[in-house]
């Protein structure tokens, strides 16, 4: 791939977008902004921070990024301290915390957190905070859906992050009662990358043809990690319902993330889900797969992303850039990307979700211009161009 330039992005940006990001750039420019999280590779995190740190570089900003590293028990203990964060009923043990805290003290001996402004991403790196050098801003940025946590999962974590400077939201809701200031940040894609370039019908075809996708029929698509909050079990019994009266393939495209040890065992529920119907294909895919996914998301007549929590989604904001209504779970950042009746249609159940992609299957027309709204909406909210500006506008403020 072509490296990409950040007037590459006057393409596709709103008018002045460039212009405003090199001037917001001339004040940050030579500050260090630092990135810690668990993950170089899979899920919505590191997708971002690999295409947001080249171009801050391009900007002048010595953007770096770290990731704490741990063993299966401490991916366990994040994973359990993750789900009763989204308020699933988990049980944190004192021997839980104590490989929690001393992971992250180990990670603190081992990288250089030294910054004018260091973004924690997620509870994972969160107790880093208690070896925070003499310099520089701490923010804590969540990407999960804090909207209804385990009160318990929340009182322990937030012993660290009332300590930070700053905490940062995907969504309003997610906000809690903290004595710091909190900021709304919304992440994005990036319209450039590999994931989300235009694709030629012959780089599209080839690719569906290697995965042996047949277009002879409405595409329904869910790409999300093999995760039981992304509800891809209701998604299997969402296109039962629909296949009664409507014909339709379902893909179900995912892998799984570094630091989560849960993917195997729900990818093993729903083949025996999927059991043996032809019309049900469920693709593994590795962190690489970019294209893939870009061209499967291409494909699709309808994009499904029924979760039941969600921090943001960038499926979503990956679908509706590509011209495809999404029909997802009325969870977390799905409600404010997915607006009802215009880009998509959120849901509360199996049927609910069978029921609007009958109502799409059977109206066409809609699904072009809901296809059409969707990535202008995009185009205004959810583009890398915006999150760098709202970064570079935090970096300006938190480190005068
Ligand atoms: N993704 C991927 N391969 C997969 C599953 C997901 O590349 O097998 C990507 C997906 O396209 C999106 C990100 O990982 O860019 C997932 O982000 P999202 O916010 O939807 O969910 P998260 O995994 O962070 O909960």
Redo the contacts with the bound molecule.
């Keep these: 791939m072509t490296t990409v330039s950040l007037d590459d992005y006057r393409a596709v940006a709103p008018k002045g977008t460039v212009e405003f990001l090199r001037c917001l750039a001339q004040r940050a420019r030579g500050r260090t902004f630092l990135h810690v999280n668990s993950t170089r590779h ?4 590191a ?1 971002i921070l690999h295409r947001l740190l080249p171009i801050m570089t391009e900007l002048g900003v010595d953007a770096r990024w770290e990731v704490i590293k741990g063993d299966a028990a401490f991916y366990g203990v994040t994973k359990a301290f993750h789900n009763a964060l989204q308020g699933q009923d988990q049980a944190i043990t004192k021997e839980m915390l104590d490989v929690y805290a001393a992971t992250n003290t180990a990670n603190a001996r081992d990288l250089s957190l030294e910054g004018d402004l260091v973004l924690i991403h997620d509870p994972q790196p969160a107790p880093l905070i208690e070896h925070r050098p003499g310099k520089g801003k701490w923010v804590w940025r969540c ?1 999960i859906d804090l909207s209804n946590p385990q009160r318990e999962a929340w009182r322990l974590l937030r012993k660290y992050v009332a300590r930070y400077d700053a905490a940062v939201f995907s969504l309003p809701r997610f906000a809690k009662r903290l004595y710091i200031p909190q900021f709304l940040v919304y ?1 994005s894609i990036d319209p450039l990358s590999e ?1 989300n370039r235009d694709l030629c019908e012959g780089e599209l075809n080839g690719t569906l043809e290697r995965l042996g996708i047949p277009r002879d029929k409405p595409i329904l698509l869910q ?3 093999f ?1 039981r909050f992304k509800d891809p079990i209701g998604v299997i019994d969402a296109y039962r319902l629909v296949k009664r009266h409507k014909d339709c393939r379902l893909i179900l ?3 799984g ?1 570094d630091d989560d040890p849960e993917g195997a065992a729900v990818l093993a529920e729903v083949r025996e889900a999927a059991g043996t119907d032809p019309d049900i294909h469920i693709l593994e ?1 590795p ?1 690489s ?2 294209l893939e ?1 870009n061209a499967l998301q291409r494909a699709a007549t309808i994009v499904l992303q029924k979760s039941l929590r ?6 979503v904001a ?1 679908a509706l850039w590509k011209g495809k209504p999404v029909v997802g779970g009325a969870a977390g950042g799905i409600t404010v990307q997915v607006i009802y009746d215009v880009t998509g249609y959120t849901v509360n159940s199996v049927e609910g979700a069978a029921f609007r992609i009958r109502y799409l299957l059977n109206n066409p027309d809609l699904i072009a211009k809901m296809g059409e709204a969707g990535r202008e909406y995009v185009r205004q909210e959810f583009l890398i161009t915006r999150h760098l500006a709202d970064y570079l506008t935090m970096l300006i403020v938190l480190t005068k």
């Design positions: 899979g899920g919505g995190v997708e990407h992440p994931k790409v999300s990690r995760d495209a995912g892998g993330a895919l962190f797969a970019h996914i969600e921090g943001f989604g960038l499926t990956e």
